[in-house]
């Protein structure tokens, strides 16, 4: 038997739609495979009675198909379905690099990723990679069709988890066809800006690019307290913030000494709001690991 423990991830970062994304300390996905003739899924932990067992609805059983590993596929699940947290992306990864390790295929943890993403397009339609990257690779990663581009970095992180339930399906649908070259031009800087951030570990750099006009106002607004949240985490010391993935989690960029500051005031202001959420105080992680 082998075990996985595969990172959350949090994509695009405002302003690197479907491009940025970055592995989280916590929390985490643990997948366990044995071989078998046919796959079977059991799942438990975070959310677990809404994740299906079923191999041709699970992440894993298409990623399985995708290696033509068949196993007994145990997910203890940390990661809490549809949180914004890439909780579908996280199973993927870990499966992804158990199953390559079991059946001897020999892939790179690049070639894992297309892989990986195949159990995306099984649940959010598309097989986009911005959350599967960094949970196989870890750190900051930038995907685009010419391939990923990865670096290290450190960096203190708030993801604050409202009792909230937002799909990624429903999230992509609000994602404007079109936008305006002033905008366009707008988020091309703060992209670039949150990039050379990332590079130096600088949380004013990587607050001040984060901030996107184009997609997060929309997918903002099915947050309920987004905006009082975020205001009151960048009182408290935050960066920047934005809606982690298609939400509803907020992600906060902070300086380490503001980190306690930040969560619990982003907690508070949810509870005023009777909407119910947990902080995860953590850092920019590493990717998969591989346990025997
Ligand atoms: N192994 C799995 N883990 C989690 N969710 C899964 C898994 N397999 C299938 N699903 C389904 O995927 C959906 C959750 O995926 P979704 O992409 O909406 O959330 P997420 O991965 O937390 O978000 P995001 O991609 O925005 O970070 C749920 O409908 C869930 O039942
Ligand atoms: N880039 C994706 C990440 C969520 O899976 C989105 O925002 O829809």
Redesign the pocket.
């Known amino acids: 038997m082998l075990t996985v423990r595969a990172p ?4 695009n970062l405002g302003s690197g739609f479907d491009v940025f994304g970055i592995a989280l300390g916590q929390p985490a ?1 643990v997948v366990r495979v044995e071989r078998a003739p046919e796959t079977t ?1 059991s ?1 438990t932990g975070a ?1 677990s009675r ?3 067992e079923d191999p041709d ?5 298409a990623v399985a198909d995708a290696l033509d590993a068949p196993a007994h596929i145990r ?1 203890d ?1 940390g ?14 990864a870990a ?1 992804a690099v158990a199953l390559n390790e079991l059946y001897d295929r020999g892939l790179s943890r690049e070639e894992l990723v297309p892989i990986a993403a195949e ?2 397009a ?3 339609g598309e097989a986009h990679s911005d ?1 599967v990257a960094p949970s196989i690779l870890g750190g900051f990663t930038i995907v685009t069709a010419d391939g990923i581009t990865r670096i290290d970095a450190s960096l203190s992180l708030v993801a604050c988890l409202p009792e909230i339930n ?6 992509r649908k609000v994602v404007p066809e079109s936008a305006s070259m002033d905008d366009i031009v707008e988020t091309v800087g703060h992209a670039a800006t949150l990039a050379v951030g990332m590079a130096r570990d600088d949380p004013y750099l990587v607050g001040r690019g984060m901030d996107d006009g184009i997609v997060t106002p929309e997918r903002a607004a099915l947050i309920d307290g987004y905006d009082d949240v975020r205001d009151a985490a960048l009182e408290a010391g935050a960066t920047g913030v934005t809606v ?4 509803p ?1 907020l992600l906060a960029v902070c300086r380490p000494e503001d980190q306690r500051a930040v969560a619990a005031t982003m907690l508070e202001t949810f509870d005023e709001r009777g909407i119910d959420s947990r902080a995860y105080q953590t850092e920019v992680g590493q990717g998969a690991q591989l346990f025997r």
């Open positions: 959350a991830s949090s994509a996905d899924i799942v959310g809404y994740i299906p609805k699970n992440t894993v059983g997910i699940k990661v809490r379905p549809s949180s914004g947290l890439g909780s579908s992306a996280a199973s993927a499966a159990g995306e099984l649940v959010s959350n937002v799909s990624t399906r429903d999230a982690s993935g298609a939400g989690t």
